[in-house]
């Protein structure tokens, strides 16, 4: 297949919130030009700021020939899924892919995401995410099993081009026709501006897309390399605490959406094998004074107890007071209102309440997607 003459067209969205990460999304959009397969549009879609919005919209009056970089606004209340819903119901590709704001792509994200697509089956690619640390080198107690937690791929997933149950969102992409078929990401879970740092949405609407399309194939493509931004209040200790346990209440969430076997099945892997992995190996470097060993192996089992003790948490609060996200199929912009509505234009809710919010409470992690 010739990059430039291939048939596929993606369209790529990169979700924004802040001026404060100006050059971030700028240097975000060059690395989506720079593509050997080159983009049909990037969609950029900004999450209730006007001021971020105007300056996005003149900073990309001009077009250019080959590439259409667009400025949305998010069309849906406040938050990550919302925004993405905004982006798939504008896009014109064939496939869309999320890039996140404070991330740059290697130039052949987009040609490695292509060639899986080969496969009619395949519904969704995700890749492989590397940090890059603000500090210029990973702190000496952060274990890469945890890389989930600054949004990057971790130690634990399989190299090379795997089938899995779920895709992270800020390295992926999908077939758009997955979104008719399952609807978009739903909104009551997930990143919202600066409140705690939720996740699970890319879990649940995958999980949701493999019930919707029993012979889908999601794929994750190590070669489709991104560098994601680590800000120096993420290399800290506090900040791995809040997330892990923010990862816990999201677990809750989805699991109580789609059933602990079908929410949890990655959770467990990840929980027998590769954490206990991960002690011995923090403990085993300890013994040869090798430099971060015991903090790693003591990051692990915190992480473990405060995300498990997240999950917990939530699940008592639904099995209490109930909780409720919604998700809806989304119209394509040419075709009515951008969002994720049903044919009557009301949002589609499933209100989660009752009894159905009893589920083990398993030790839980990793979904990513960092804001």
């Avoid at 999450?47 to 003149?58: A, G, K, M, Q, S």
């Avoid at 519904?123 to 937690?149: H, N």
């Amino acid at each position: 297949m010739n990059d430039r003459t291939s048939p596929y067209g993606f369209s790529v969205v990169i979700c924004v919130y802040t001026e404060d990460r100006w050059e971030d999304i700028l240097a975000a959009v060059d690395s989506v030009r720079k593509q050997s397969l080159p983009a049909l549009e990037t969609l950029l879609v900004v999450d209730h700021n006007e001021r971020l919005l105007t300056r996005l919209t003149e900073e990309y009056a001009e077009p250019r020939p080959t590439e259409e970089v667009r400025v949305l606004a998010n069309a849906g209340p406040r938050g990550l899924s919302a925004g993405r819903n905004t982006g798939i119901a504008a896009a014109r590709g064939e496939f869309v892919a999320f890039l996140d704001d404070d991330a740059v792509a290697e130039r052949d994200w987009l040609h490695h995401f292509a060639t899986a697509y080969d496969d009619p089956r395949v519904m969704a690619v995700g890749g492989r995410t590397l940090p890059a640390w603000a500090s210029g080198r990973r702190p000496a107690w952060f274990p890469e099993e945890f890389d989930w937690v600054v949004g990057c791929t971790y130690r634990g997933l399989p190299p090379g081009r795997v089938r899995v149950r779920n895709v992270l969102g800020g390295n992926a992409s999908f077939r758009r026709t997955a979104f008719d078929a399952a609807g978009g990401f739903a909104t009551g879970i997930g990143r919202d501006g600066d409140r705690r740092p939720l996740g699970g949405e890319e879990t649940e609407l995958c999980i949701r897309l493999s019930k919707a399309v029993p012979e889908a194939v999601l794929l994750i493509d190590d070669r489709a390399v991104i560098h994601h931004k680590v800000p120096p209040v993420r290399e800290r200790f506090a900040y791995f605490r809040t997330r892990v346990y923010a990862e816990g209440l999201s677990k809750a969430l989805v699991a109580r959406s789609v059933g602990a076997q079908k929410g949890l099945e990655s959770e467990r892997r990840y929980t027998t094998r590769v954490l206990p992995a991960g002690v011995l190996r923090g403990m085993r470097d300890a013994l040869r004074g090798r430099s971060g060993g015991a903090g790693r192996a003591g990051a692990i089992v915190t992480g473990v107890t405060v995300a498990a003790g997240g999950y917990a948490l939530g699940t008592l609060r639904a099995r209490r007071h109930g909780t409720a996200f919604s998700w809806g199929p989304i119209e394509r912009a040419g075709d009515g209102t951008a969002g994720a509505t049903d044919t009557t234009g009301t949002a589609l809710t499933r209100a989660l309440v009752g009894d159905a919010a009893a589920r083990p409470a398993d030790a839980v992690a990793s979904d990513g997607g960092a804001r």
